[in-house]
């Protein structure tokens, strides 16, 4: 496999952006998929384990599964890329002189980053905005990491992690975390037949590019001889990607929150990389508030309790009508609400 940036120049040392485009860096999986899941991923030669599962298909009809990957250490998906990542930090611990990480976020990365990383041995400090969810906290702060709160904007908490002392573990940038995800389309294929449409939600883009990554390379490999669409959905207040694709009026600077806390990235980092995914045949939806909610409540008098964001995945594949089967991916537990 090899590490480009989105405009494919090479990686130098461990940067987190191209020196010569500014784009972040990716990992592209090349030659033999293996059913062995950890030997897709040759660069970490020791991995740091929670006691993951391959998260359950649930089938509710011909057309219709779900995949509970809230069955996770942290109860969210995010612990398939922190896994990778804290795994990849703790394999080169000596050589980068790594004791310290830090992470900006306030919701189910700051949980999962927070779990591994004190798991691996490292201190660990998550910083979030200071008006951040007190129940999300809660869980971060339960696994012995130090929280730091920052007054100003999302750009403003990232921007002091990212310069603080000791190694930025950020969950965006770092392309070893959104490698990490690629697991989530290795499991699909190996859990039966590939549906015709994935759904599932985005932000800032890890989610996505991971899945897209994955079914890429079970493309390429010769495992799967068509790629499903992939159904990206966003909340109308917060859709920057669904608003672009889809020619509509959208504005950063908008004063909207959503209910949906986990997607609210205004200004995605990875903006470009999920355009071009977008365009390569696979679609976005954006749902409004009450679409959330009432989908939620309906997942759960269904027997599956997830949080809002993923909740948005019911809402957008009951608001149009999809060829084929559908698998909606839920990303994370109810309870984190």
């Known amino acids: ?30 030659g033999k998929f293996y059913d062995d899941m950890d030997k897709n991923f040759d660069y970490i030669s020791r991995w740091v384990t929670l006691g993951e599962v391959r998260t359950p298909v649930v089938k509710i009809n011909n057309d219709l599964s779900f995949k509970l990957d809230y069955f996770s ?17 703790s394999s080169r611990r000596n050589e980068l002189n790594i004791e310290m990480i830090n992470e900006d976020s306030s919701g189910n990365a700051g949980s999962s980053i927070a779990a591994y990383g004190i798991s691996a ?27 730091i709160k920052v007054d100003g904007s999302r750009d403003h908490v990232q921007e002091e992690a990212e310069h603080a002392e000791g190694f930025y573990a950020s969950h965006i940038l770092n392309p070893e975390f959104r ?65 672009f694709i889809n020619g509509e009026k959208y504005d950063p600077d908008n004063n909207l929150s959503s209910i949906a806390d986990a997607l609210v990235a205004k200004r995605p980092v990875l903006m470009n990389k999920m355009i071009k ?10 749902v409004s508030e009450n679409e959330i909610i009432t989908a939620r ?7 599956f309790y997830a949080e809002y964001s993923s909740a948005t995945v019911f809402a957008a594949y009951r608001k149009f009508n999809f060829e084929g089967s559908s698998l909606l991916v839920l990303t994370g537990n109810g309870l984190k609400n």
């Open 277 to 286: 995914i977008m365009n390569d045949g696979n679609r976005c939806i954006s």
């Open 73 to 89: 250490p942290t109860y969210s998906y995010k612990d398939r890329g922190t896994r990778n990542l804290i795994s990849y930090i």
């Open 1 to 30: 496999m090899r590490t480009v940036c989105f405009n494919g120049h090479p990686r130098l040392e461990h940067e987190l952006r191209c020196r010569q485009c500014n784009e972040p860096f990716e990992i592209v999986p090349e």
């Open 121 to 147: 041995g490292f201190k660990t400090n998550i910083y979030v905005p200071s008006n951040a969810n007190p129940a999300k906290l809660k869980q971060i702060e339960s696994y012995g990491a130090h929280i």
């Open 179 to 243: 490698d990490g995800i690629r697991t989530l389309a290795y499991e699909i294929f190996l859990q039966g037949k590939m549906p015709d449409n994935i759904f599932v939600p985005i932000s800032a883009g890890t989610l996505l590019s991971g899945l897209y990554s994955g079914l890429t390379h079970l493309y390429n490999s010769g495992e799967i001889s068509k790629v499903p669409v992939i159904v990206g959905v966003q909340p109308e207040n917060i859709s920057p990607v669904c608003s």
């Open 297 to 303: 409540k309906d997942l759960a008098l269904k027997g």
